[in-house]
């Protein structure tokens, strides 16, 4: 059997044989090599890699794999990073979260031991926390780095392990690769060490929560329209993960009294026993919440994914509860944010919005309607948090959003953060209430003014080897030979954001992209229609996002508007052959 495996798998899978590896992970390679060579060849034809979320992957024996090893490892290579770059620190420090997956706290826990074991002084979280808290704490408490265990939105076989440097902000370049070399100079498992050091471990809890959540409600800008919508319906589900911890904290602070709690989903459970897949993207994630906001009648639907820095939504058409997508959210998120600023003299030229190259086109309309400045960003809000640390002190972040459901309002948390985008949609809706609207009809009134913006993301899984192969195959035969017509109109503009060009078919002109280099193409097309392609850093699976836009004179025309855009959308998804 062994005859018909890459001599390159088995020479990595006979290493860790061979190694300082424990009998349970020996047992387990053993397993595979004898039972199952396609599992072997998954788990170890290449390293875990740092992608737009650091480090994921399924659970399990492997060099591929996530385990007490290649966290480990990981971890002593960011241990000899910090080291390298902080030389003139007396104590360099860390923050550690974790959030409710299966081994995540065993993870944070291996964590805090190599960082110990390396003279690094660790903040641990007693117990599973927001993402975006971790953010937080490494400012507040001034670390160098920190370290969040999550797989995000994955199925329950993964976990992960994301990486963020002293602004609170995700790793990026030249960081991210220099630590991932790092990693690559540990030639040796027992050059990782694992013994802690248990006084160099301080647990961290309630008291950075506090701190945390007065900020969050400083953020508010309607107070007294919240005291007069106090009694405004909102149902919640954390989907099994942190966000139980501080969102429904967060509403009540920020004044709202009718909060209703997912009561199956509520329970921190690795299994996720009651959702398919705990993404809040995916409408059956949010069944529960809708079916029981129809119980009590309520007016908006939030749930957070397991780590609680992204939100999905859904809310009151008529009789009925719908969802808005990620687009959708961060449109009215960023009108009402420019337009309260606008309202309590807050504008005063210096001010920008941060949204990725993914997103919808809209956000950039409001900001121009406001004089607002507004940057593109290569997609992971990573490059929002950059954007932020570039301008600290010269401009002020007002907010930023992706496509996928992450959004943040203001700057002391550097990453997506849920606890603050439920708080500020909550606060939305109790203004659009305020004046006898529902977040749907404030959707509409944004959509006559700046035109029906329709969005739609497909995604194409394919897992392991072959899956990157034919992942990269698809992406070469865009490169080479890209589309001329999209939904009827000729492509006009192809920007290929790896070689950093930007050309315009029409004029004959290449110009530069001067975002860092990424596997990423855009085809826009004359009646500015725009098509991005490309792989997910974190996912086997390539995406393509669709971008289209008709007037809406009216109201009362937006079902049929939506239904010939959609309509555009397949004769799109036609021409590309997907």
């Known amino acids: 059997m062994n005859n018909r495996i890459d001599p390159n798998v088995l020479e990595k899978a006979n290493q860790w044989l061979e190694g300082s590896y424990d009998e349970e992970t020996k047992k387990a390679i053993r397993d595979m090599m004898e039972n199952n060579p396609q599992e072997l060849v998954e788990s170890f034809y290449r390293d875990l890699e740092f992608g737009t979320g650091g480090l994921r992957g399924i659970m399990g024996a492997g060099s591929n794999r996530m385990n007490k090893y290649t966290v480990g490892a990981a971890t002593q290579g960011f241990a000899n990073y910090l080291k390298k770059n902080f030389p003139h620190l007396e104590q360099i420090k860390v923050a550690i ?47 160098q780095g920190g370290i969040v265990i999550t797989a995000s939105h994955n199925p329950k076989e993964y976990n ?17 690769k220099e630590v991932i070399a790092e990693v690559g100079k540990i030639k040796d498992i027992a050059e990782v060490k694992f013994e802690a050091r248990n006084e160099l471990i301080e647990m961290i809890g309630e008291n950075i929560d506090r701190i945390y959540l007065e900020k969050v409600k400083s953020l508010s800008l309607s107070p007294e329209v919240i005291r007069r919508q106090k009694n405004f319906r909102i149902v919640y589900t954390p989907l099994h993960g942190t966000g139980v911890k501080l969102v429904p904290e967060a509403l009540k602070k920020f004044g709202f009294e009718n909060i209703y709690l997912v009561e199956e989903q ?89 949204k990725t190259i993914v997103t919808s086109e809209l956000l950039a309309d409001i900001a121009d309607k406001f004089n607002v400045e507004h940057y593109d960003v ?21 907010g930023g959003g992706e496509e996928s459901y992450g959004y943040l309002v203001g700057d002391f948390v550097r990453d997506k953060d849920a606890v603050i985008s439920c708080s500020m949609i909550a606060e939305t809706a109790a203004w659009a209430a305020d004046r006898g609207i529902s977040l749907f009809d404030l959707l509409l009134d944004i ?23 034919e992942i990269r195959q698809i992406m070469d035969n865009f490169r080479n030979n890209p589309p001329e017509n999209l939904g009827g109109s000729p492509v006009i503009v192809i920007k290929d954001y790896l070689e950093g060009t930007d050309r315009n078919l029409l004029t004959g002109e ?22 991005s392609v490309r792989p ?40 590309l052959g997907i």
């Open 447 to 469: 959509y006559v003014e700046f035109d029906l913006y329709k969005e739609k993301l497909i995604s194409i899984v394919r897992k392991g080897k072959s899956g990157a192969e």
């Open 266 to 354: 509520a329970v921190p459970d690795g299994n996720f026993p009651t959702v398919k897949s705990p993404n809040p993207e995916e409408p059956a994630a949010l069944e529960l919440a809708i079916k029981k906001a129809k119980e009590v009648n309520a007016d908006l639907v939030m749930a957070t994914d397991p780590d609680a820095d992204r939100v999905g939504i859904a809310v009151r058409k008529g009789d009925d509860l719908i969802l808005l997508n990620g687009n959708q959210a961060a449109s009215l998120l960023i009108f009402y944010l420019l337009t309260k600023w606008k309202e309590n003299g807050k504008l005063t030229g210096n001010e920008y919005i941060v």
């Open 97 to 143: 979260a974790h959030d409710s997956r299966n081994n995540s706290d065993y993870f944070a826990r291996i964590t805090a031991n190599v960082f110990s074991a390396n003279g690094i002084k660790v903040y641990l979280f007693d117990s599973l926390r927001p993402t975006p808290e971790l953010s937080f704490a490494i400012r507040e408490l001034g670390c």
């Open 510 to 531: 290449t110009g530069r992209i001067t975002l860092p280099g990424s596997n990423v193409l855009q085809f826009i097309t004359q009646d500015g229609s725009k098509v």
């Open 160 to 176: 992960g392990y994301k990486a963020y440097w002293e602004d609170g902000g995700q790793l990026i370049s030249p960081h991210d």
């Open 378 to 398: 290569l997609t992971g809000f990573k490059y929002i948090a950059d954007i932020i640390k570039r301008f600290e002190g010269q401009k002020t972040f007002i």
């Open 536 to 575: 997910s850093g974190t996912e086997p699976k390539i995406k393509f996002y669709f971008g289209i836009k008709a007037p809406l004179a009216d109201k009362n025309d937006f079902e049929k508007i939506s239904s010939e855009l959609e309509k555009k959308i397949e004769r799109i998804v036609k021409d």
